[in-house]
Each structure stands twice: as C-alpha cells, then as structure tokens.
C-alpha cells in the first residue's frame, strides 16, 4: 500500500511538472503560428502561418544574432569549464583551511544578487578597452557562472580514491599529466551538467548583453528580440516565433546531454 501511494505521489509530482514545462512550449508554438489580429494562445491556429518564422528570422535580423550568440556561449563555456575544474582540483588538494576559505568566497556566487557588480564590472571593462565587445560579455559571464560547477567539481573530487592518484605518481604521472590522462576523464557526467548549465545561462543572458553591449551588429538573440517590439505596436506571432527559434539549439543539446547530466548530478562516483 504504501510503495503504491509512492509511486502516485512521484507520477503525480512528474506530471504536474510536465505540464509546467510543455503548456508555455505550448503556448509558444501556437501564438507562433497565428496572425496578430487572430491572436489566441488557448486555441489551436486554423490556418498555421508558418511564414511567421521565416519572416522573424529576416525582419528581426537573426542570423547576425544567432552568430553572436554562439560565439560567446562557446567562449564562456570552455573557459568556465577550464576555470572551474582547474580551480576545482587547486580546491580540493588545497590547505584544508584555505581550501575550505576559498571554497566558501566562490559559493558566494550563490548567494549575492547576480546584478550586484554591474557598475565596477562596466567600469572596469571600460578602462581595459573591452565595453561593448563580445570577449568582454564572455568575461562577465564567466565570472557570474563559476560557482556552481566549482561547487560540483569540488564535491565530485571528494569521490575520487587519493590511490588513483598515488598509483600514478608511483608510474611516473607528473600533476598535469595525472589530471589530464586520469582525473578529468573521470569528470565527463560532471563536465556534461557543468555545460549543459553554463551554456542555458549564457544563451538565455538578457541583462548582461543589453548593459556590456551598445552596437546593434553586436548583440545577441535575447537582446535582439527586442527588435520585434515597437512603442506602438508589437508583432506577437513572430516575437514568439523568434522565441522560438532561439530556444530551439539549448533543447537540442539538452536532449544530447540529458543522461549525462542526471548521472553528474545523481551519480558523481567513481567506479571501477
């Protein structure tokens, strides 16, 4: 009786979070579809206007932004990767009370308001030469998505056997050679959640593009949706068309990456 009352509870729990996801989905596709004097997101479009879609992609410029948007997710992924594991590992075989010290100062990250350092960020990034560019939007990025995959790494170091280590010190393994040959292969199902996180962040950035970049042929996707919206009237169907159409590459890699991430977040031990 009471692992079937479980197994309701969790279905039940499944599919009210199904529903929160798929309804604005949805939503989405459905006013993507229609015109704007038709507009009626709790109905199915009679005549599905498909052209909305292309018609986003030309009227609002996309193209530029989509490539804007990719190169500065591929930066700020692979550098906050690089950083975090790196750090990561400093962490773990670290002075235990430094360690524990340094550990709790990136865990702030957490915790403090992600907009509490926009204006010495941008002074900054003006006194460097690099307001308004997009190696400057990767750095504000990489600083503000460090750390959760420092806390995952950390932890998941945690997990590994210091004999892994020891063994390959006694073959002759130097620190690098060691990480790069032994330990950070391990990593993968981490690694895939650290991705996987960095890049939504980075793809879906609103705030941070629209404050670090002023030219219109340098922004990216989420700033660049504005476009459809004017002071005195608004093209709902391809707003939403072009919504969709930008969240289309992140589900396409979350579909990739979906069983990594649930054994980096699940998992997280070594084995074998």
């Known amino acids: 009786m009471t692992t079937t009352l479980q197994k309701t509870s969790i279905y039940t729990v499944l599919i009210i979070a199904l529903i929160i996801v798929l309804v604005p989905m949805a939503v989405m596709v459905s006013v993507s579809l229609q015109t704007p004097s038709t507009i009626n997101p709790l109905s ?22 989509f490539g804007n948007s990719i190169l500065v997710l591929v930066m700020t992924t692979a550098a906050a990767i690089g950083v975090s ?3 990561a590992y400093g962490l773990h075989h670290g002075k235990r009370y430094k360690s524990d010290a340094m550990s709790t100062f990136f865990l702030m990250g957490l915790i403090l308001p ?8 941008f002074l900054v990034l003006r006194e460097i030469h690099l307001l308004n560019t997009h190696v400057g939007l990767s750095l504000i990025q990489i600083a503000s998505g460090l750390a959760l995959p420092i806390f995952l790494y950390v932890n998941f170091f945690k997990t590994v056997p210091t004999e892994i280590e020891e063994a390959a010190l006694v073959d002759g393994c130097g620190p690098w050679r060691t990480f790069l040959k032994i330990i950070f292969p391990l990593t993968l199902p981490i690694t895939a959640t650290c991705i996987i996180v960095v890049a ?19 922004r990216t ?23 969709a159409l930008v969240a289309l590459p992140i589900i396409i890699l979350y579909l990739f ?16």
């Open 257 to 272: 990456v979906q069983r990594f991430i649930i054994k980096g977040l699940v998992g997280g031990a070594v084995k074998g």
């Open 200 to 218: 939504i962040n980075s793809w879906n950035d609103f705030f941070n593009p629209l404050v670090y970049l002023s030219s219109p042929d340098m």
């Open 114 to 121: 992600a907009f509490s350092g926009t204006i010495p960020a």
């Open 44 to 65: 199915l479009p009679k005549d599905p206007q498909w052209s909305n879609y292309t018609e986003a992609f030309r009227t609002g410029n996309l193209l530029p932004y």
């Open 221 to 243: 996707l989420p700033v660049g949706l504005m476009a459809f919206k004017s002071q005195y009237n608004t093209n709902w169907p391809q707003m939403f068309a072009g919504a």
């Open 85 to 87: 594991v790196l750090a």
